[in-house]
């Protein structure tokens, strides 16, 4: 006679309530490279939630050993960070336009339809400007 495990049931509800992946209350959360520019260092943190944006990239929530749950955003092979990882962090998808971005370099962004970009080529305003 075999037991089933309650765990099987309660653990996605209790994800799912939480707003976290199953796999990040398992411990066994894939990791996200996410490069620190204060620090210099590249560090692989555990992946808390992660949410598509269509046509743009990815929203990530990751578990930082110092910051507690820090906003990541890939994009393009872009990654945008608030600039205060200690600030309150952005938790949904609708919160990014209320934060300051900054890209991996630490330089602020421009804000375009509400999300972080950066502006490639000439002067702003310029034919040559690209927004990615």
């Known amino acids: 006679m075999g037991s089933s495990n309650p765990g099987n049931k309660i653990l996605p509800a209790l994800a799912d309530a939480l707003g976290v992946s ?4 398992r411990g066994d959360a ?3 490279a996410v490069y620190d520019w204060q620090t210099g ?8 939630s992660e ?3 269509d046509e743009y990239g990815i929203f990530y929530l990751v578990d930082h050993p110092d910051a507690w749950i820090i906003a990541v955003i890939q994009s ?4 945008f960070t608030l600039a ?3 600030s309150e962090q952005p938790m949904t998808v609708d919160e990014i336009g209320g934060a300051r971005w900054v890209d991996s ?4 962004v421009i804000m375009y339809k509400g999300l972080p970009r950066i502006l490639v080529g000439g002067e702003f305003g ?3 400007d690209r927004i990615i």
């Open 41 to 48: 260092c590249t560090l692989a943190l555990p992946i808390v």
């Open 51 to 53: 949410t598509v944006i």
């Open 126 to 128: 310029s034919k040559r």
């Open 105 to 108: 370099r630490g330089e602020d």
């Open 22 to 25: 199953t796999a990040y209350l």
């Open 76 to 79: 393009e092979g872009m990654q």
């Open 30 to 32: 894939q990791r996200l």
């Open 84 to 86: 205060d990882w200690r």
